[in-house]
């Protein structure tokens, strides 16, 4: 049970432990038969204060009027409701100590009731104040297990119930509904439907309807919302959480937002077609029937789209059968293909993405076989690369993992037989111990491509150069070049071949980024094959090998400039680090991507982090320049993101020219919704306007920031 106080007692709160109201240190109370009536005109007088003044005043429960009220649509529906919070993760706590996991259960139970007696199928994430994360699990563990529910019931819609804080703004007091970072369609829908019903008696500048990526909405696979309805950390609206018939509002509101989106029709896809299919044709007919939902509700033409691999392509829709299809014009590679069919009704409501998937897999039409060398010496060291290619009929190359028969007249082959990739496989052929020409083949099937190699004596001379890193482990991709031509790439076993008429030591330079490039003299042995060892040294240690960035540098636009006091001069300050640090992340062996291609472009904040998302980058990194002293902000759950900030904190201090670097908790969007660690470096207004030697160097500052922080991992 949890404990709400009458309207008396919230008010009685308000009265210290020595019976002294807050501001009023000359009057005291006891509490005897004496003073009943002076409490009671001064619990009168409070009640007038607060409707006086309060700014987000407390509106009486309207209750829901069932009788006057078509609840049909929510009969059969399947409805999660997560309290969030609980157990070991209490959530916010109020200035006087209300706790806003007992807040967001006390909703969730009565809109469970109003929902169940509605006669839908309503399951509650937990009931008592207790965690998810089972013996030795956390946080992670515990929000894992909220989304997963959804799953296991195959739920219509998940909502997540929570109430807001802000320590650092004790009067911010609005409303944020949060949908489905993924999912612009029915989450969205139904996070706005819900906004209109909690927000009746808000500004419209205080309702806010935003792209979330929590864990409980990135991991749910329905329709997902996360409602803050308000501030648990602004004292009055504490107090006004701590009324039952408040609580119980709130619970109406998310009822009626629940109803009134269900009412509208929720449209489905059906039909969908390839599903799971092996496709020998590399013209595949796509085809899905879209219903408009209850009530007569019609599928909406302008909202019909079908996205072929993520790409946008034109199709065919018929609004009397439903049915949409597309064929592509120009034939489809071999391999996997994935597309998605989105569609919404003429009164809003979008369709949850349906998703169809197929394999091309057309046959071999083509082999062909290449050696490097067309001719070798003899000798146990002597070898040569064998590359082969396949191709359909189409020209296209073949799908992975096909099978490819090697053969060699004389000699010996290292791999007979080969698995491609990208329609492409390696191996190597070893010359036989007398002099002959050796024919070489591959096949698939009755598909055959054939080479000759003449193995004997040469007046050219050979080198196999074998390259490796300081750990003597092969490095594919590097560039071998003279000062006249590129001459090899390096393999997958970080081989790469030379062939030179003259007795002259070859002067090679070998460049692949993430490594320091070498410059070595090679000798070579008249008419012979030489092998020599190259050794490749990482950059920074090696410690931005394989590593993801997203760089986000902040956009100017209205909202920036009111929440981060930002001015234009900061957006060319921000992509200018944006791209020194990306330069400096290549050379260093770590891939990268931005949020913004150009400053023309302002992106929003979905799309910036559904860059971040699909990119899969390790880390998101927020670069800005605010009116305000310079910090690196990080998520308080994210303890890689803590040690990267403070990393930073401390290289642009050291090495970027900025002072007085503040490392802290921080609230901004990029922070929390990435899934990846992530921070905020404000570098503040200092190198503003235009001082590009001076983002250089805080570009510099934070790449030696994160290789420190990198290479303590």
């Not at 990739?421 to 083949?441: N, R």
Request: charged share 20%; aromatic share 8%; net charge negative.
């Amino acid at each position: 049970m949890i404990p709400f106080c009458s309207t008396g007692a919230a008010l009685r709160k308000l009265i210290d432990e020595d019976g002294v109201f807050p501001g009023m240190t000359m009057m005291k109370i006891s509490w005897n038969y004496d003073t009943k009536q002076t409490f009671c005109w001064l619990t009168l007088l409070m009640i007038l204060v607060i409707t006086g003044c309060e700014p987000h005043r407390i509106a009486p429960p309207r209750g829901v009027e069932r009788e006057n009220r078509d609840l049909s649509s929510l009969v059969g529906r399947k409805i999660v409701i997560d309290p969030g919070h609980g157990g070991r993760f209490p959530g916010a706590v109020g200035p006087r100590g209300l706790r806003e996991c007992d807040v967001n259960l006390a909703v969730a139970l009565h809109l469970w009731g109003l929902l169940t007696q509605a006669r839908a199928q309503v399951w509650l994430t937990r009931t008592a104040d207790m965690d998810l994360s089972g013996p030795g699990g956390g946080l992670k563990e515990d929000l894992n297990a909220r989304a997963r529910l959804s799953t296991d019931v195959q739920a219509d819609i998940f909502i997540s119930i929570h109430h807001n804080s802000n320590i650092y703004d004790r009067k911010k007091n609005n409303l944020q509904v949060y949908y489905r970072l993924a999912d612009v369609g029915p989450s969205e829908d139904l996070a706005s439907s819900l906004a209109g019903e909690l927000g009746k008696e808000l500004p419209e500048g205080e309702i806010f309807v935003l792209p979330g990526n929590y864990r409980v909405l990135r991991n749910a696979q329905c329709t997902a919302v996360l409602g803050e309805a308000s501030f648990i950390s602004h004292k009055k609206n504490e107090d006004r959480l701590s009324l039952s018939n408040q609580v119980r509002r709130e619970a109406e509101d998310y009822f009626m937002g629940i109803l009134a989106y269900f009412q509208r029709g929720i449209p489905t896809i059906v039909n969908v077609r390839p599903t799971d299919a092996i496709l020998d044709t590399a013209f595949p007919t796509l085809e899905a029937t879209l219903i408009g939902g209850e009530a007569g509700c019609a599928i909406d033409p302008e909202a019909v789209l079908i996205l072929l691999d993520g790409a946008p392509v034109t199709a065919h829709f018929v609004p009397q059968t439903g049915v949409i299809q597309y064929q592509p014009s120009a034939p489809l590679t071999n391999g996997p293909h994935s597309f998605r069919v989105l569609a919404a009704n003429r009164n809003g409501n979008s369709a949850r993405p349906a998703t169809g998937s197929f394999i091309i897999n057309r046959p071999v039409a083509q082999v062909s076989i290449s050696s490097i060398f067309s001719e070798l010496p003899l000798g146990d060291q002597v070898c040569s690369r064998i590359t082969v290619s396949a191709a359909d009929a189409h020209g296209l190359p073949i799908i992975d993992g096909t099978l490819l028969a090697l053969h060699a007249s004389a000699g010996r082959l290292e791999d007979t037989t080969i698995t491609t990739k990208g329609g492409c496989g390696t191996t190597y052929f070893f010359p036989p111990d007398t002099a002959t020409a050796v024919d070489l083949s591959a096949a698939s099937g009755t598909v055959t491509g054939t080479t000759r190699v003449y193995c004997g004596a040469s007046a050219a001379n050979f080198v196999k150069l074998v390259i490796q890193d300081t750990n003597s482990k092969p490095v594919a991709a590097v560039r071998v070049a003279t000062a006249a031509a590129l001459q090899d790439v390096s393999d997958l076993c970080g081989f790469a071949f030379l062939r030179t008429e003259s007795d002259a030591a070859l002067k090679l330079r070998f460049e692949k980024r993430g490594y320091e490039p070498q410059n070595e003299t090679v000798a070579v042995e008249p008419g012979r094959f030489r092998q020599q060892p190259i050794v490749m040294i990482p950059c920074a240690g090696g410690a931005f090998l394989d590593q993801r960035f997203t760089l986000d540098p902040e956009p100017w636009d209205g909202q920036t400039a009111a929440e981060s006091d930002m001015t234009p001069a900061a957006e060319e300050a921000n992509h200018a680090v944006a791209l020194h640090l990306q330069q400096l992340l290549a050379d260093a062996g770590a891939e990268s991507t931005t949020t913004a291609s150009c400053r023309d472009h302002t992106s929003s904040l979905r799309e910036r982090i559904l860059t971040g998302e699909s990119f899969d980058g390790d880390f998101f990194i927020t670069l800005a320049h605010r009116d305000r002293n310079p910090s690196v902000s990080y998520y308080f759950a994210s303890p890689i993101g803590a040690r990267a900030a403070k990393a930073i904190g401390k290289a642009l201090e050291e090495y970027g020219g900025v002072r007085d670097v503040s490392v802290m908790e921080g609230t901004e969007f990029t922070i929390i919704q990435p899934s990846a660690p992530a921070v905020v470096v404000n570098l503040g207004d200092s190198s503003l306007p235009a001082d590009h030697q001076a983002w250089k160097r805080e570009a510099e500052a934070v790449y030696a920031g994160l290789r420190a922080f990198l290479s303590q991992r």
